[in-house]
Nanobody, 125 residues
């Protein structure tokens, strides 16, 4: 069974930084795509950033490019999201996800089979 547990959320002022972590357990996680999504009140869950096992190039939503950095350890056991220059519009519950893609693009929620329960990030004006 694959389990994902997020941590590192909290409240910061605009312009501040937070680093999220996702602890992953599972025998084949090193071959999975891993990603961060977020969901704000009244909005659909949206793609933030992802890494795949076949590419070393990270992918980011346009809204976070240049501000957020996704990374993971070599074994794929821990996924990170470094968030800098935070804006109030970044306020959301952030979710860690993992999956084999199944023919879906990495920005599609359907590409991921396993999800954490989320961690709250609040950015004050």
């Amino acid at each position: 069974q694959v389990q994902l547990v997020e941590s590192g959320g909290g409240s910061v002022q605009a312009g501040g930084s937070l680093k999220l972590s996702c602890a992953a357990s599972g025998r084949t996680l090193s071959n999975y795509a891993m990603a961060w999504f977020r969901q704000a009140p009244g909005k659909e869950r949206e793609f933030v950033a992802a890494l795949t096992w076949i590419s070393t190039t990270p992918h980011y939503a346009d809204s976070v490019k240049g501000r957020f950095t996704i990374s993971r350890d070599n074994a794929g056991n821990i996924l990170y999201l470094q968030m800098n220059s935070l804006k109030p519009e970044d306020t959301a519950v952030y979710y860690c996800a993992a999956g084999g893609q199944g023919g879906f693009t990495i920005v599609d929620r359907m590409a991921y089979d396993f999800w954490g329960v989320g961690t709250q990030v609040t950015v004050s004006s």
